[in-house]
């Protein structure tokens, strides 16, 4: 057998292993923060539809958010009136996300018309973007529930998980 031969059979079988290296199916390994949210809150796209069947959570709360690209993740937590919310909110990765926490009636009327400007109700926090991480009180000045939503906009580049602290002490 010469070197020419040898090389032609080397070159042929390094390219039969190559086509079946392609041709296995290979389930893609997603990014850690891509898979559906199943730490916390209702999921939905952009923004929560407008039901009030956010889930509901009691204080303390630290838990971990994941936020795949183009969704909000909403949930509740009642408050008495009188207290004190300290909140603290820390994305690792340093992208951007936007966050509110509002009244019931808000809640309802930025998601049926997509936009706080025309929303009524309270708004208690709206921090747009947050980078990183981001610290908020709330003084509660009435007894109900409080929405809690957080959004990963569509031009934002990838999924995030989000560390969400909430404590209170009650106010002297």
Same mark, same amino acid.
Do not use: H
């Given at each position: 057998m010469s070197d020419r031969?040898?090389?032609?059979?080397?070159?042929?079988?390094?390219?039969?292993?190559a086509v079946i290296v392609l041709l296995i199916p290979v389930?893609?390994?997603?990014?850690?923060?891509?898979?559906?949210?199943?730490?916390?809150?209702?999921?939905t796209s952009e923004w929560p539809s407008a039901t009030l069947d956010a889930p509901n959570y009691s204080i303390p709360l630290t838990r971990e958010i994941r936020l795949p690209l183009a969704t909000a993740v909403s949930f509740k937590v009642r408050l008495v009136d009188g207290v004190i919310l300290h909140g603290n909110l820390l994305e690792s990765g340093?992208?951007?996300?936007?966050? %509110? $926490?509002?009244?019931?009636?808000?809640?309802?009327?930025h998601a049926k018309y997509g936009s706080l400007a025309r929303a009524e109700g309270k708004v208690y926090v709206s921090a747009m973007p947050v980078h990183?991480?981001?610290?908020?009180?709330?003084?509660?000045?009435?007894?109900?529930?409080?929405? %809690? $939503?957080?959004i990963n906009p569509a031009g934002s580049c990838h999924g995030k998980i989000v560390s969400i602290s909430l404590d209170y002490q009650i106010e002297r």
């Open positions: 031969s040898f090389s032609l059979i080397m070159l042929m079988t390094i390219a039969i292993f389930k893609p390994a997603w990014r850690a923060n891509a898979y559906e949210n199943s730490t916390i809150g209702n999921q340093g992208g951007c996300f936007t966050f %509110f $926490v509002m009244d019931e009636e808000a809640f309802l009327s990183y991480a981001f610290e908020f009180e709330i003084d509660s000045d009435r007894t109900g529930d409080y929405y %809690f $939503v957080l």
